[in-house]
């Protein structure tokens, strides 16, 4: 028996989300039912991240454990039985205890934004045509790498053990009318990424002012928080693992 990760990126408008539920197409869904096409026998894949429904990725892993010898071109393979908005960039044999999700040590995610109407930014930008200042909201990014509590962004009915993390980046960024928001940390809590946006841009509207912002992560309390921003403008960008890949292919 042997390990693999399966390295994939995916639109995710019209899914359910990353794992794989009832009643609904989700990535993993998909991916395991291309999988049991091409091998002809049950696959179980294990997600890195769970991205939220209509979340896209440009990077994302799953692990698996098969006794069938997997090729190169099995690449091509499953990437012909998925569909167009799913694919599968490399698989990587890893050592037997490699696991997509805890071994990971850092995740990267943009949250892209445009202030001027575009037919081809739909359902991959967030449409926001009103006034903001970016060097307020840059100012209360900037607090994020001093921060290490964020129960206050974590939506309620979340299973952890705790709400700790540890953000390395958190950037705003503007080309013309595209605006972005790029954040690398250990992990993420549920919801975190889309309720520091929206509130971030409450700072950049001047609807709070920055010492407010800050007593809102001081709180802990998601009541306060603007969890509102709609999912089709985040990414996951990329995950960060130990160096212990060997590439298929």
Known sequence: MSRYFIEVCYDGTG???FQIQN???TIQGELEKAMHTLYRCPIDLTG?????????AYQNYFHFDTETEIQAKHIYNLNAILPNTIVIKSLIQVPANAHARFDAIQRSYIYKIHTQKDPFMEGRSWFYPFPIDLGLMQKAADTLLKQTQYESFSKKNTQVNTFECSITKALWIQNGTEISFHIDSNRFLRGMIRGLVGTMLMVGRGQISLVEWQSIIDARDEQRVDFST???GLYLSAILYPNYFQKIG
């Open 48 to 56: 890195a991240s769970r991205t939220d429904a209509g979340v896209h």
């Open 230 to 232: 709609p999912a089709h």
């Open 15 to 17: 899914y359910g989300g």
């Open 23 to 25: 009643n609904h197409s």
